[in-house]
């Protein structure tokens, strides 16, 4: 399921995602908690990078391609959401946790750590999901925006993010039929 030099799991309670992402540790993190960064792979809103603080998310992914890419109609009626989940653990450069759905899906991890020069892997995992519904959704967006985040910090562009989700839907769906 993923690339080269990277690691992921996928059941119906946990995702875990690893990368290996061509970039020095503060850069990454930086893709993490700048709004305008993190606008550019995932979702982008005011950040209080501390325990306790609010990590806005506003759902712009009409914004995510660099082509002129539709959004599919089952996404449209999702753009311009906006809303906050908390901080729960913070210690940069190397690890942030979120809550998810206000921890009614779990808890998303960021941890980061130096692979060798320049590079960083980053190890991703949403933990406390309700069932299989949660694991193909968030995993399937999980997995593309991690490959969108992987070509962002290299400064490439990401010509079609929704053709990255459509295979990582079917890639996460895969997973999920094989894990019984």
């Known amino acids: 399921m993923a690339e080269s030099g990277t690691a992921d799991m996928v059941t119906e309670r946990a995702l875990r995602f690893e990368r290996l992402l061509d970039a020095p540790v503060e850069r990454v993190w930086q893709f993490l908690v700048d709004p305008e960064l993190r606008a550019r792979w995932f979702m982008g809103g005011p950040t209080d990078a ?87 959704n968030f995993g399937g967006g999980w997995h593309s925006h991690l490959a969108a985040l992987e070509r962002r910090v290299r400064n490439e562009p990401v010509q079609d993010f929704w053709a990255l989700h459509a295979a990582a839907e079917a890639e996460v769906a895969k997973a999920l039929e094989e894990a019984g």
């Not at 391609?65 to 908390?86: F, I, K, Q, T």
């Open 50 to 136: 501390r325990v306790g603080g609010a990590m806005t998310m506003t759902m712009q992914h009409d914004n995510l391609s660099d082509g002129n890419v539709e959004v599919p109609e089952r996404y449209r009626p999702y753009l311009g959401n906006r809303w906050e989940e908390h901080i729960t653990r913070c210690e940069p450069p190397k690890l942030l946790a979120i809550t998810w759905e206000n921890g009614k899906a779990g808890e998303v991890l960021f941890e980061l750590s130096e692979a060798g020069p320049g590079k960083t892997r980053l190890i991703l995992t949403h933990s406390g999901l309700r069932g299989r519904a949660d694991a193909l």
